[in-house]
């Protein structure tokens, strides 16, 4: 029996590389997004990919996601992103709100959904991503360094809650990654402030440099558990150490 992986978030960037990965290191992995366009066009190029609509803020579809699966053995909670870089005196409550139900909540409607199904496979893994923001806070990151936090924390209680049980939980905690979409998202659209944040730096990480990391930590055998793996550009010593080299 092949083993099922379900990638949230899997229209673009590091969703999208994860589900094309996992499919290649062959597991049936069900891609769910929102932009079900998108997800087509990723099933129809890439052989096991199984699109199926998704919003993490649904509990309705979260619920339709689990009662449609036969089988779950990884999870990818990798839905989510940043909206603006206001300071937190400045932030808007709504995008606090959104970041919180993507980030936090939507991970958590999945999990607990899919939970019982990982514990059934009797080898189940659970991949949260993070990001370098749940570890560190940085000016203009308040509500994004605060659900990541949340999410970071929220981990390592599910590793703690579930020992003993045939599940492994890991955290994916990537710095900067050019990624399709993650900066123009967070600028509300503004490509070339989004350009700004990648300019001079020499090799940022790519969707599939961490969709990479994700398939290392799956793939170790079951009694390997990585806990939180960081990934960085050799360029990003730190959130605020970033090397840039003038054009
Ligand atoms: C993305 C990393 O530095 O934009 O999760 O917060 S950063």
Redesign the pocket.
């Known amino acids: 029996m092949k083993r099922t992986a379900v990638v949230t978030g899997a229209s673009s960037g590091i969703g999208e590389a994860t589900a094309r990965r996992l499919a290649a290191e062959g597991y049936d992995v069900v891609a769910g997004a929102r932009r079900r366009d998108r997800l087509d066009a990723l099933a129809a190029g890439t052989p096991g990919i199984t699109p199926v609509t998704l919003d993490v803020t649904s509990q309705e579809s979260v619920n339709a996601l689990a009662a449609s699966l036969g089988r779950c053995d990884v999870l990818v909670n990798n839905a989510g992103g940043?909206l603006g870089l206001e300071s937190v005196a400045d932030g808007r409550l709504d995008d606090w709100q959104r970041m919180y139900d993507t980030n936090v909540l939507g991970s958590l409607r999945l999990t607990q959904a899919l939970l019982p199904k990982l514990v059934e496979s009797g080898d189940g893994v659970l991949v949260m991503l993070t990001?370098?923001?749940g570890l560190v806070s940085y000016e203009g990151?308040g509500g994004?360094c605060a659900a990541k936090h949340a999410q970071t924390s929220m981990t390592e209680t599910l590793r703690l809650e579930l020992v003993g049980q045939p599940v492994r939980v890991v955290e994916i905690a990537?710095?900067?990654?050019k990624s399709e979409g993650?900066a123009v998202t967070r600028f509300r659209g503004d490509e070339s402030a989004a350009a700004k944040v990648y300019e001079g730096v020499p090799g940022p990480l790519s969707a599939d440099d961490v969709a990479d990391a994700i398939a290392w930590c799956v793939t170790r055998p079951a009694h390997v558990n990585v806990d939180r793996l960081v990934i960085r550009p050799r360029a990003q010593a730190a959130?605020h150490r970033v090397h840039r080299v003038s054009g």
């Open positions: 940043a990001s370098t923001a990151g994004y990537p710095g900067m990654v993650f959130q």
